[in-house]
């Protein structure tokens, strides 16, 4: 009789310390830096996205920018004796992942300011400089009037200038404002987190897949808040497949033991319903197994789009030299560890575990 082999489950979650064990001292650095509280809260926003998966496909981060911001790009550029093309802002409208819009008053605004504060023989460079910026954003008004109300609300007692900017954010549901403005930080509904003397976050001025940071200064803050975002997302997508993992082998056998995370995950993707599940009742697992196929072929195309945003993050991260980069660079091979794996799982076949060993993860 031939021995039997016994077939090990994959531990996903184990990979990150084995491979990088240099990853935890970085990731509680970064914790550090962005500050525990806004963690958690991003933790427990992005945790709550049913549509986060499907979402992802169609994903960019979208920045509203205010004159004051790309004043101080031009302004440092010209003072370092530095090329536009190397500043910050510019990155930033070159990266495929980030969409930059701003209101028509910048325009207004920028070379209003050139004017008054740019000395006379630097003047004509300011300007080219800020031409070359605004040929790359998208300049448009909100156009809904319960947008503008709103930000009127909010901060048009305060700056009315200021409105256009935050009524345009709410309207394309914005996951940022980059501003050196304090008005935002003066009004009293929407919260403010504070890192050092500079960087400032602001959430809850809207809603819907990771939109609540408005980000103030460089890229240092806005790469630390991407490293995480997806180090949650990772997590996730992790335990969607350990989860589906112990059901397809049996390891989980009642519902109690399934996450919630799971179900959200699976709705979201669009292949399960919650209708779906009461149907299936007492069946939901041979249900799930039959699905299993279909959700990992879902999971491959998130992972490959999730590895895409993150190489167009890497290089604007790179700018800050924070631990960021590092953290950025250690989550773009576990995607592509991980999309590797998923390969290898087959579940119209049953579960093929053949060579997952513990040493190959």
Known sequence: MKPKIKRERPDFSQRMKTRFPEFDAAWNKMVHEVGSELVNFIREKINGQKSLV??????????????????????GAIEKSKSIEKSFIYKLLSSKSIQIFAPPLLQEELYAKINLL?????????????????????????????????ANKLIGEIDEDDVPYLALALEIESHAIMTFDDVFHRQGEIKVWRHGDADK??????????????????????????????????????????????????????????????????????????????KAGKDIFSFLKEKGGEILSKLKVVVGEIYELLKGFLEVAGLAGTVAFELLGYLLSEYINLNDQLKEMKFDQGIDLTGMSAKKV
Do not use: C
Request: no cysteine.
């Open 54 to 75: 499907s979402e992802l496909a169609k994903f960019k981060f979208r920045f509203v920018v205010d004159n004051n911001f790309i004043f101080g790009q031009i302004k």
């Open 118 to 150: 740019i000395p006379e023989e630097h003047r004509e460079k300011a300007i080219a400089y800020a031409l070359v910026i605004l040929t790359r954003i998208e300049v448009k008004d909100a156009q809904w009037v319960e947008n503008w109300m709103a």
């Open 201 to 278: 976050v602001i959430t809850n001025y809207n809603s819907g897949f990771i939109s609540f940071l408005i980000i103030e200064n460089s890229g240092v803050l806005l790469g630390n808040i991407i490293a995480v975002i997806f180090r949650f997302i990772k997590d996730l997508i992790v335990t969607l497949i350990e989860t589906l993992v112990m059901i397809a082998t049996g390891t989980i056998k009642t519902l109690a033991r399934i996450p919630l995370p799971f179900w959200i995950l699976i709705v979201g993707m669009g292949i399960i319903f919650w209708e779906d599940i009461s």
